[in-house]
């Protein structure tokens, strides 16, 4: 998936819709392994199995919303679980919002939800903070007139600017990063939390590139190509 995010960019192009429904695998077949992990009873029924694809060669599709670098882009861009802050913010786009969304969707493949479920700015942006900490000041001092409404002297209309108390609860009960994934990573938890929080800067100039999330030890390290 970098891969092909680092072939695109290097060709001046945006996807801006990665999601886990656009990133498809090459081959359909798949060889089938006991499941043991649900209820005792099942370790003696072998119709329990799960299906482990015999290849992880994938491919990329839905090049519909596909954009070539401009000075300009500033239009709305990306589902909304994938959608990176300075879209949201209204303060521009280019490569770092395909970043953002791979950092989403690895989040995803590793805990089995997304990780930003919601479909509210506020609620979207507070959801954010919590897991990643504080938006930087100098990116919602620059907000468009769209995005003002959600800022307040200098910081995140948040809790205050709430449409209701499950919203706040929706965001109170998300874990911080590193958290999250230490609970659904055996091995190589450190590495994976290092990319991702390169992946997931709030600052899109300083967003890790596809180019050097691929060289990133968590792909480079022989133990963990498996992974």
Not at 71 to 92: C, F, K, Q, W
Not at 97 to 117: H, K, N, Y
Request: aromatic share 8%; proline share 6%.
């Amino acid at each position: 998936m970098i891969g092909v995010e680092a072939v695109m960019h290097d060709m001046r192009l945006i996807h801006t819709d990665l999601k886990p429904e656009n990133i498809l695998f090459v081959s359909a077949d798949y060889i089938k392994v006991p499941d043991y992990k649900g209820t005792p009873w099942s370790h003696r029924d072998r119709s329990f199995y799960k299906r482990l694809p015999k290849s992880s060669a994938i491919k990329v599709i839905d090049f519909g919303s596909t954009a070539y670098e401009r000075p300009d882009h500033n239009y709305i861009v990306s589902t909304r679980h994938y959608r990176a802050p300075e879209v949201i913010l209204g303060l521009g786009w280019s490569y770092p919002c395909d970043l953002w969304s791979v950092g989403c969707i690895l989040v995803e493949l590793c805990s089995g939800e997304a990780l930003f479920q919601t479909h509210e700015n506020l609620e979207h942006l507070a959801m954010m903070e919590r897991v990643l900490g504080p938006l930087p000041s100098q990116m919602l001092n620059k907000v468009d007139r769209h995005a003002e409404k959600y800022v307040r002297r200098g910081r995140l209309d948040w809790p205050e600017g709430a449409t209701s108390r499950e919203s706040i609860k929706s965001v109170i009960k998300l874990p911080r990063l590193q958290n999250l994934v230490m609970q659904h990573v055996d091995h190589s938890a450190g590495d994976l939390i290092d990319l991702l929080q390169g992946l997931l800067r709030f600052d899109p100039s300083i967003r890790m590139t596809a180019r050097d999330a691929l060289r990133h030890p968590f792909f480079t390290r022989d133990q963990f190509r498996r992974l």
